[in-house]
């Protein structure tokens, strides 16, 4: 695709997004037969991109026909499965706005860093195509709405990356606990107790050769090229990723609103900074999270969430887990497929674990053309991924904040509000979706 084209389709994203309006191409939305396979691009192919790949190569219908990344030193290993999977090579691009203008791609999955997951997932319901992002939907909470409305307004198949809403081990442990199984419940603990070393200090450098530092950047402020802020670790750079509150911890944040029923809260109250290590990391490493939900339950409800870098214990099991507090006892989640429930005398009255795939959720509901049958819809994602962005602003600004559910913003806090949203970096704009 020339410049002139990509300025093009910028242009053409901006008056749409103005005009409510905004198809480059429109990709297949049924299928005539089994046989005719959904053809996916894989958007960001280092890390969870390995996950999407190894998921849906061995489906029979499914193609992956182009995979993009930034840094092109990755393709050579990352397509090797697929040619021998189909007996030809997939198509590679380093800018995923030739994917978006491509009419032969059915769905993408976006597996790039956070600060891109709304944009592009919004770019790729305004060309027509179905979208499974990686979690946390956004890198804030504007944007997150953003893609919600998009999905609707396209009437796009969009579903989050928060796979354990699939293992019907949990479905059925979350189903338990709305039907009373201990009570009315109170209380969900989230905890996010998993080891993450050191990452150093580096110095910016210059940018390596193979590598579109640019579009790495798309959303975010321009900033040297440092490789403790590409690869992995961007995640704890503000500009780009949410620390492991909106990393690991999403999973176990969805996990925990889902079982409590409740949306966002009134009021939220955090406290979080760096311990251990003297390193590149920005986001606090050790945070406490508490949130409040007035109008859930007889008195309202709570959860509360830790995460935790370094040595510690399990609780009940559960390093990387749940525990619901109920008025007849607990709930115990202790891994992305199993849950323990336990009577007032800490007896074990009941377990479960069993697993499914998330992405042939995925891929079902595409053929169907039902966003309905995805078991991780976005407004959830939305929700989950927002609870984090609260959480870490509250930490950042080192104080309780009140917040308004209704309309997504705090009360009458102008400098808690600025970080809802942020400046975006042109041509890589969220646009707001009418």
């Given at each position: ?5 990509r300025r093009d ?5 901006a ?6 309006v ?14 005719d396979?959904?053809?996916?691009a ?5 890390g ?10 061995p ?5 992956v026909?182009?995979v ?7 393709f050579?290993?990352f397509i090797k ?5 189909y ?8 800018d995923l706005r030739r994917?978006?203008?491509?009419k032969?791609i ?28 990686e ?7 504007f944007?997150?709405r953003?893609l ?6 396209y009437?796009?198949v969009?579903?989050h ?13 979350i ?6 199984v ?7 603990r ?6 993450r ?16 530092y640019?579009i790495?950047?798309?959303p975010a ?6 490789p403790?802020r590409?690869?992995?670790?961007w995640h ?8 492991d ?11 925990a ?10 009021r ?5 900074e760096m311990?251990?290590?003297d390193?590149?990391?920005e986001?606090?490493?050790?945070i406490?999270?508490?949130y409040w939900?007035p109008?859930?339950?007889?008195k309202g409800?709570m959860l ?9 214990n ?8 749940n ?13 992305y ?8 005398d800490?007896?074990k ?7 499914a795939?998330?992405y ?10 039902d ?8 407004i ?7 609870l ?9 600004l080192?104080?309780s ?8 913003t705090f009360?009458?806090d ?8 942020r ?12």
């Open positions: 695709m020339s410049e002139q084209s389709f910028m242009r053409n994203a008056m749409g997004a103005a005009a409510g905004f198809m480059v191409g429109t990709s297949r939305t049924s299928w005539a037969g089994a046989n396979r959904v053809r996916v894989i958007i960001g192919i280092r969870r991109g390995r996950d999407h790949l190894q998921n849906l190569l489906m029979e219908d499914v193609e026909a182009t993009c990344d930034v840094d092109e030193r990755l050579a290993d499965p697929i040619e021998k999977r007996k030809k090579a997939p198509k590679t691009e380093y994917v978006m203008e491509d032969d059915d769905a993408v999955t976006i597996a790039t860093p956070n600060h891109w997951h709304s944009l592009a997932g919004v770019w790729a319901c305004q060309a027509g195509k179905h979208v499974y992002v979690k946390p939907c956004s890198h804030n909470v944007e997150g953003q919600v409305e998009a999905a609707k307004k009437n796009r969009v579903q990356g928060t796979q354990i809403r699939s293992n019907p081990s949990i479905r059925e442990a189903q338990k606990l709305h039907d009373g201990i009570g009315e419940v109170y209380m969900a989230g905890l996010c107790y998993k080891t070393d050191t990452i150093g200090k580096e110095q910016d450098c210059p940018v390596p050769e193979g590598v579109h640019d790495w950047l798309g402020p321009e900033r040297p090229f440092n403790n590409f690869h992995y670790n704890y750079m503000w500009d780009y990723g949410n620390g509150l909106g990393n690991q911890g999403v999973h176990q944040m969805d996990v609103r889902w079982g409590l029923g409740v949306e966002l809260p009134t939220v109250s955090a406290m979080g311990f251990i290590f390193d590149d990391k986001v606090p490493n050790v406490t999270t508490s939900f109008n859930a339950g007889t409800k509360v969430f830790e995460v935790r870098p370094w040595i510690t399990d609780e009940k099991g559960a390093k990387i887990g525990l619901f507090y109920g008025t007849k006892g607990y709930m115990v989640i202790d891994s497929t199993h849950y323990v429930i336990y009577d007032k800490d007896n009255i009941d377990e479960g674990r069993s697993e795939n998330h042939r959720n995925f891929i079902d509901a595409v053929r169907a053309g966003p309905g049958q995805v078991n991780a819809p976005i959830e994602g939305h929700l989950s991924s927002s984090c962005h609260l959480g870490l602003i509250s930490a950042r080192r104080r904040l009140d917040f308004d559910p209704a309309t997504e009360v009458n102008s400098e808690a509000n600025a970080l809802l949203a400046k975006y970096r042109e041509p890589f704009v969220v646009p707001k979706i009418a």
